[in-house]
T-cell receptor
Framework: KAGVTQTPRYLIKTRGQQVTLSCSPI?????VSWYQQTPGQGLQFLFE???????NKGNFPGRFSGRQFSNSRSEMNVSTLELGDSALYLC??????????????FGPGTRLTVL | DAKTTQPNSMESNEEEPVHLPCNHS???????IHWYRQLPSQGPEYVIH???SNVNNRMASLAIAEDRKSSTLILHRATLRDAAVYYC??????????FGKGTLLTVNP
């Protein structure tokens, strides 16, 4: 079974631009979570989607948004990029939920650099 | 937010057991305890999880304290491939796992 895929793997943008990252979960998985990983803050939860509905959101500004499609694929968007948005963005999928008994499977991440 | 506390780093020798501790100060009765690890240049990968009882799988063992305020991930014989950042986390019905800073495990040959 194919794992979680994320595209693109690397991205360079300039301040003020916007970016869209894509995540394809494992086939059959309906929950998709997004995380931001930086050396200073570690792994921080952005949001979780299930059946096209956002069920939880982390403490990030409104510039960060996401959505999930009917085939469970998910995208996240960051508008008006700031230098501090440079990070590894990780997507994870699970069968039903990002917590409790389910196991999350992570993708390799998208490395975003903001200049 | 749920909070876990781990040592920043630990060191072990190859083929020796490693005990990685975690404190779960805010864990609720229905939260599961999960452990993930992240190898260099990769996304995190699942290691093990449990609720109240000790758990074993092919990768590791998980020991959970009776009051569930602490857990210990046990690698029975560390190998060089086990060098990674290990995260403990806890999750219940709120659809999120909150990760701490993790423990950087160094394995010496």
């Amino acid at each position: 079974k194919a794992g979680v895929t994320q595209t693109p793997r690397y991205l360079i943008k300039t301040r003020g631009q916007q970016v869209t990252l894509s995540c394809s979960p494992i086939s059959g998985h309906r929950s998709v979570s997004w995380y931001q990983q930086t050396p200073g803050q570690g792994l921080q939860f952005l949001f979780e989607y299930f059946s096209e509905t956002q069920r939880n959101k982390g403490n990030f500004p409104g510039r960060f948004s996401g959505r999930q499609f009917s085939n469970s694929r998910s995208e996240m968007n960051v508008s008006t990029l700031e230098l501090g948005d440079s990070a590894l963005y990780l997507c994870a999928s699970s069968l039903w939920t990002a917590s409790s008994t389910d196991t999350q499977y992570f993708g390799p991440g998208t490395r975003l650099t903001v200049l | 937010d749920a909070k876990t506390t781990q040592p920043n780093s630990m060191e072990s020798n190859e083929e020796e057991p490693v005990h990685l501790p975690c404190n779960h100060s805010t864990i609720s009765g229905t939260d599961y305890i999960h452990w993930y690890r992240q190898l260099p240049s990769q996304g995190p990968e699942y290691v093990i999880h449990g609720l109240t009882s000790n758990v074993n799988n092919r990768m590791a063992s998980l020991a959970i304290a009776e009051d569930r305020k602490s857990s210990t991930l046990i690698l029975h014989r560390a190998t060089l491939r086990d060098a990674a950042v290990y995260y403990c986390t806890q999750g219940g019905s709120n659809y999120k796992l909150t990760f701490g800073k993790g423990t950087l495990l160094t394995v010496n040959p």
